[in-house]
């Protein structure tokens, strides 16, 4: 069965400081691997994805994310943060078998100006 | 394009009382999915729809919930009778055809539920 593990459930940062989000899923097929962002009051959005090639991948507002197939890991990584980046972060995995998308906990991110 | 569209935004009800959502997917996306995201909690899928057919639907629980999308379009999640444990925010989100790294699900805005 899929299933997703947020490393940390909230996070607190000063701007500039650099982020780094846990990010492991337990599935044995092939999978796409996505991070979700939720700012306050509004609606999920992508961040961005991986299905195939290049392991590292960039996303919007300067985050990316790495795969590492043998840790079974997507960790979302971004150098500086800004206060705009409050927000709660999401990842998922997506079964291409089933089309089910099974998402982590979320964490929590707060930065502070 | 337009994106999912869900209706209420909030609903107050209290225990025992029904209530309906309506979600109206991009148009021509054929899977239709349905979260419940609790409080500090990530999306729990509850219902998965490819077209009028349900793919998955094994986190429903199906003694108080019941979906349909009829007509491989929109689609209704309700709750009947609702206890306090089912405050959330109610997701409906699409994708073109069964979902891939090619087709992302995208979601709507979501309605939020509270039971008194």
């Known amino acids: 069965a899929q299933s997703v593990s947020q490393h940390n459930h909230h996070v607190i940062l000063s701007e500039a400081a650099s982020l780094e989000l846990g990010c492991n899923y337990s599935y044995g097929g092939t999978v796409n691997l996505f991070w979700y962002v939720q700012y306050p009051g509004q609606h999920l959005q992508l961040l961005l994805k991986y299905f195939s090639g290049d392991p590292l991948v960039k996303g919007i507002k300067g985050f990316e994310a790495e795969f590492i197939k043998s840790k079974f890991s997507f960790n979302l990584r971004k150098p500086s943060v800004q206060w705009s980046d409050t927000a709660e972060y999401f990842c998922a995995v997506l079964s291409s078998n089933t089309g089910k998308l099974i998402f982590g906990q979320g964490t929590t991110l707060q930065v502070k100006p | 394009e337009a994106g999912v569209a869900q209706s209420p935004r909030y609903k107050i009800i209290e225990k025992r009382q029904s209530v309906a959502f309506w979600c109206n997917p991009i148009s021509g996306h054929a899977t239709l999915y349905w979260y419940q995201q609790i409080l500090g909690q990530g999306p729990k899928l509850l219902i998965q729809?490819?077209?009028?057919?349900?793919?998955?639907d094994s986190q429903l629980p199906k003694d108080r919930f019941s979906a349909e999308r009829l007509k491989g379009v929109d689609s209704t999640l309700k709750i009947q009778p609702a206890k306090l444990e089912d405050s959330a925010v109610y997701l409906c989100?699409?994708?073109?055809?069964?979902?891939?790294?090619?087709?992302?699900?995208?979601f709507g805005a979501g309605s939020r539920l509270t039971v008194l």
């Open positions: 729809f490819q077209n009028n057919g349900v793919v998955d």
């Open positions: 989100a699409s994708s073109p055809l069964r979902a891939s790294g090619a087709n992302v699900l995208t």
